[in-house]
Nanobody, 125 residues
Framework: LQLVESGGGLVQPGGSLRLSCAPSGFTFNSYAVGWFRQAPGKEREGVACISSSAGSSDYADSVKGRFTISKDNIKNMVWLQMNDLKPEDTAVYYC???????????????????WGQGIQVTVSS
C-alpha cells in the first residue's frame, strides 16, 4: 500500500494550506486515515484522523478549531485543511491509512499503518 501526500510548502503565520493524500493501488473505503507530523528533534505526533466512513474524526488539542480533516470515498482522497497556521505547526506531515479505530491515541497506527513519504510544511515570516 502506498500513499502520496501533496500540498505542502512555505506559508506565513496566519496563512492556510491544504494537504492532500491519495492512495496508490487501493481505496480508502475500508481504512481510517490519519495525519501525523514530526518536527526536528521531536517525536511524531498525531494531528487528525477520520474513520473509514468519514463519519467521525479526532483532532489533537493543538489544532482543534484550526485544522479540518475530510475524506471522499468516491474521489478516493483525504484532505487536511490547515488554517491560522503557526510557526509551531512547522513539521513534516505524514498521511497514514490503517484498519484501526479512528482515534489518535491508538498505537495501532504505528503497528499496522501504511505511511506516505511525508511532506514539508513550513510556517515562517
Amino acid at each position: 500500500l502506498q500513499l502520496v501526500e501533496s500540498g505542502g510548502g512555505l506559508v506565513q503565520p496566519g496563512g492556510s494550506l491544504r494537504l492532500s493524500c491519495a492512495p496508490s493501488g487501493f481505496t480508502f473505503n475500508s481504512y481510517a486515515v490519519g495525519w501525523f507530523r514530526q518536527a526536528p528533534g521531536k517525536e511524531r505526533e498525531g494531528v487528525a484522523c477520520i474513520s473509514s466512513s468519514a463519519g467521525s474524526s479526532d483532532y489533537a488539542d493543538s489544532v482543534k478549531g484550526r485544522f479540518t480533516i475530510s475524506k471522499d470515498n468516491i474521489k478516493n482522497m483525504v484532505w487536511l485543511q490547515m488554517n491560522d497556521l503557526k510557526p509551531e505547526d512547522t513539521a513534516v506531515y505524514y498521511c497514514v491509512a490503517a484498519s484501526v479505530p479512528p482515534t489518535l491515541s491508538t498505537p495501532l497506527w504505528h503497528s499496522f499503518g501504511s505511511w506516505g513519504q511525508g511532506i514539508q510544511v513550513t510556517v515562517s515570516s
